[in-house]
Structures are given as C-alpha cells and as structure tokens.
C-alpha cells in the first residue's frame, strides 16, 4: 500500500461489523452525548491534520479507558477520520498520522479478540454455573437427605415438641435461599459481562426457568413456617402474659424463653410481616418482665439491707468473741462458735452476707488450728528421728555382727562370750518389726555357730578332774532346777486355794504363810542355779 498518496475505501477495512443504534424518529442513528461532542469538536477544526489529530486522540482515549472500551465510539470516529485522509495533506504528516492509525485499528481488534475470548470463557462459566442449579433442583430431595439438621437454641422449651417440623421446613428453605442467591448472583454476572445479546436472552430464558421452580416454592414455606412460629408465639404469650400479668412460670424462666423465641426468629426464614408482628408481641412479653424483675430487684435490695443489718451486729459478737479467744481452749470457742452459727441460721441472711460471716468464724479458729497443725509437724518430725534413730541402731548392731565374725576367731573366748552376750541384750532392746529381727537373727546364726565352737574347743582341752567337776556341777544344775519346778507347782497350788472363795480366815491365813515360805524356796532354788550355771560358765571359759 502506497502511503503517500490517497487512501480508498479498497485500502482499508471499514471495522468491525458495528450493532445498528437505536434510531431516532427521523430515522437516523441515535448518537450519545460523548459522540455528539466529539462530531461537534472534530469539524471545529479548520485542517484534516487537527481532525485525523484529535479523532486519533478520541479512538486512543476509548479503548484505554477503565472499565469496557467504547469499540462503537471507536469505529465510528475511525470513519470519520478515514474520510479526513483523502484530502490533501502533506505526506510526511500522512504518513505518521496514518501508521499511527493503522496501529490503533490494530490494536483495537486484538483488543477485541481478547475480549471475546474473555466473554467466551464467562460465557462458558455461567452455563456450567446453570446447570449445576438445574441438576440441584433436580436431586433437591437427594441433597435434603444429606443435609445437616439446624440447630436451634436448646433453652426454647415453646417449639420443642415441634423442632423436627421446623428443622424440615427450615432445611429446604435453606437450600432454596441459596439456590435463589445464586440465581440473583448469576443475573447480576450476565448483565456485567460483555456478549451478545442473544446469549443474554437465552441464559435469562433458563434463568427464569428456574425461578419459576425456585421462588415459588420458597414463598410457599416461608408462609408454612411463618404461620408455624407465629401460632407458637401466640400460645406462648397468651399462656403466660393474661390481662397484664405474668402467669405460669418465673420471670427469669419466661426472660430466657423470650429472648430463645427472639433468637429463633433470626435462625428462621419467616416472611417480613410474620417477623414484624412476633417481634412486637415478644417485645411487649419483654417489657412486662422487665417490670417484674426490677420489682424483683427492689425486693433483693430491701432483703439485702435488712440482712446487712443483722450482718453487722454478727460481725460486733464475732470481734468481741476475738478478744476472747487467746484466753479459750479450742473445746470452748467451737462451743461459743456455734452458739453463733445457731443464732445465724435462726435469721434471715443473704448467701454472700452467711459466707462472710461463717469465713470469720473460721478465722477464730485459725491460730488454734496453727497450733494444732504445728503439733502435727512436730510429731511428724520425731517419728522421723525416732525411725532415723532405729534405723542407725539397726545398722550399728549389724556392723557389730559383721566385725565379730570377723575378729571372732583371734579374741579370747571370755571376751568373745561377753561381746555375743553384749550384743544379745542390745537385740532384744531394739525396736523393730519382726521381719526386722529375723533378718537379724538369720545374721546372728554364723556367730551363734562361732561361740558354740569356741566353748567346744575349750571342753576339749579340760583336765579329767575338771571334765568330772563340770558333769558335777551340771547334774547339781538339773536337781536344782527340778527341785525349783516342785516349788512352783506347789506355790500355784497355794495361790489357787487363795484365790478360793470358800475358805475361812484361819485356813485362809495358813495358805499365805505356806505361800511365802515357798516364794523363799523359789527364791533360795534361783539364787542356787544362778551360782551353779556360773560356775558351769567358769569352766566353760
């Protein structure tokens, strides 16, 4: 294409295909205000290098704008300006001015292309958009079986018995307001995006299809459950609320029941009228126990200041009883305690004022309970010394043991004899538990074995005058211990005549000395079989 000559319509294309205006009633298009001014500024301009300059400008400016571009502004100013390109013009000006309007041609259809493809893809969009409320609608009652119960308030005893027909009424509409919000959604998407207006007519038409299965429907519950709340608001009110009075239950009770009826109200889906009038009947329900409960309050108040009162003459014996008590047992303020706590359950007090006064009491009891607490510690801290004690004493004698077993071999044998008889006695003065003293004496048992054989040895190397001596000397021993046997026999005999109720004074007297003669035998037999057994040790030693 030569460009420096003049263009024919041959040369360059017309635009795009353009929508035919709305026309007036000469028949002629019907042109825009921004149009209109942009004709009435193009032909004020004296040379076709200003005009191609400014409708130049104006194509520019209808494409970059934000928001849509105006492509019907700009086709028609390009023809506009294609008709300034055949006058006569300096070529160089042509030529700019021309690549300049060949490049906005350009980019106006690629513009448009991207666009397009954009509209396309919406396009695309809100048909799979529709055909997902189609395929809802038709398995809604598929999906309602799937769908979660709502949760009403737990405290509205009122509709209670029949939450199961209000949470399948309410289900449904849920579903259906969102179906209904989706379809306002989806109007609001088609009238916004760029297409034709075929494709707008024909989304519209299966729009309105399906409102016509949506709304419907949706009015027909939200009547059904609106004249359901409404019916169990007005059986709540004229149950409890006749003639201005509240009847039936307490005011906290019915408080509560109002304000679950208030909050159901907004969980339901009720139309704007049936909302209306529950809300002004419940609010006139509320008003009249808000009567009752600033009644309610004022009697609280008077119950409290006259509590306050008897409080504080308890407070007046409690802090005289305090000046008392450092000089009382713990026996005797308990007694003077509860005296009070008598005279307090005999009045008419407020929880908060007998927790207070019942703390102070307590706190009477306080230093004789540190008192006590302390003993405790005390008590506490000598069983552990006296355990800490046995302890090192059972340790003590289990060395001793360990060391005599040791050394028992190389010490004499009247030492080894004085140091096992030593360690005897401080076994029998310990005071452990039995299964203590058997471990022990299973300890015991090698030095036990140990003595034996020692006192063996030193038999074994006795004279035959001193082996006949001890023989003596033990069968002495067993005479003796024989004879101390008779005795004791014959002493028990004594001592149960004596213990007879038969007997007279004579007989009884004669016992006694008879008694006492042998308690001297039995005394005289022992002292004789210590003497023998030492002897017996003697040789032994």
């Given amino acids: 294409m030569n460009l420096s000559s003049d263009p024919s319509p041959s040369d360059i294309d017309s635009g795009p295909e353009i929508e035919p205006r709305v026309k007036a009633e000469d028949g002629k298009p019907k042109h825009d205000d921004l149009y209109l001014q942009f004709m009435e500024k193009l032909n004020a301009f004296p040379t076709p290098e200003e005009k191609i300059a400014y409708g130049l400008q104006f194509m520019r400016s209808s494409i970059s704008q934000e928001g849509s571009p105006r492509f019907r502004e700009f086709w028609e100013a390009r023809k506009e300006i294609l008709v300034c390109f055949k006058d006569n013009i300096n070529p160089a000006i042509r030529s700019k001015l021309w690549n300049e309007y060949v490049e906005l041609t350009v980019e106006a259809r690629r513009l448009k292309e991207i666009l397009e493809e954009q509209s396309a893809f919406a396009m695309e969009q809100i048909d799979l958009a529709i055909s997902a409320m189609e395929n809802d609608l038709k398995n809604i009652g598929q999906i309602l079986e799937q769908s979660r119960e709502i949760q009403f308030p737990e405290n509205c005893q ?15 509409l849920n579903l259906l307001n969102t179906l209904a919000s989706r379809l306002n959604g989806l109007r609001k998407e088609i009238l916004k995006t760029e297409m034709r207006m075929r494709f707008k007519t024909k989304f519209f038409k299966r729009l309105s299809e399906l409102g016509d299965h949506i709304f419907p429907k949706r009015k027909e519950l939200i009547e059904s459950i609106s004249a359901e709340f409404e019916k169990d608001v007005e059986a709540f009110t004229a149950k409890h609320f006749k003639g201005g009075e509240v009847v039936g239950a307490p005011y906290y009770a019915l408080r509560e029941e109002i304000k679950a009826l208030q909050g159901m109200s907004k969980v339901l889906t ?5 909302f209306s009038r529950t809300r002004l009947k419940l609010s006139d329900c509320w008003d009249q126990v808000k ?19 008897k409080k504080d003459q308890f407070i007046a014996q409690i802090q005289e009883l305090a000046t008392k008590s450092s000089e009382m047992t713990l026996k005797d303020l308990d007694v003077q305690i509860d005296e009070i706590s008598r005279e307090m359950r005999s009045v008419d007090l407020q929880r908060e004022d007998v927790r207070f006064l019942r703390e102070e009491l307590n706190r009477l009891r306080e230093p004789f309970l540190a008192a006590q607490e302390q003993k405790v510690r005390e ?11 046995k302890r090192e004493q059972v340790v003590k004698v289990k060395e001793q043991i360990a060391h005599l077993i040791r050394e028992g071999a190389r010490l004499d044998i009247e030492e080894l004899n004085t140091s096992f008889a030593n360690l005897k006695e401080e076994l029998e003065l310990l005071d452990v538990s039995k299964m203590e003293k058997q471990q022990i004496e299973r300890s015991l048992r090698p030095l036990k074995n140990l003595v034996a054989d020692r006192k063996e040895n030193s038999l074994l190397h006795l004279s035959d005058d001193q082996r006949q001596n001890l023989e003596n000397l033990r069968t002495v021993l ?3 211990k024989e004879r101390r046997q008779e005795i004791k026999e014959q002493l028990e005999i004594y001592r149960k005549a004596l213990g007879s109720s038969g007997l007279d004074f004579e007989k009884g007297m004669m016992y006694r000395e008879l008694a006492d003669q042998e308690r001297e035998q039995l005394d005289k037999a022992n002292a004789g079989i210590e003497e023998v057994e030492r002897k017996i040790s003697e040789f032994e030693l």
Avoid at 270 to 274: M, N, R, T
Avoid at 292 to 299: D, F, N
Avoid at 379 to 389: D, F, H, I, M
Wanted: glycine share 4%.
């Fill in 478 to 480: 067993q005479q003796k």
């Fill in 379 to 389: 008590l506490e801290e000598a069983g552990k010394e006296k355990v800490r004690l």
């Fill in 270 to 274: 009720l139309s704007s009228g049936a």
């Fill in 291 to 309: 009567v009752l409960e600033k009644e309610h309050k004022k009697e609280v108040n008077l119950k409290r200041q006259a509590s306050s009162e």
């Fill in 158 to 172: 009122t509709i209670r018995q029949k939450s199961q027909t209000y949470n399948k009424i309410q289900q449904e």
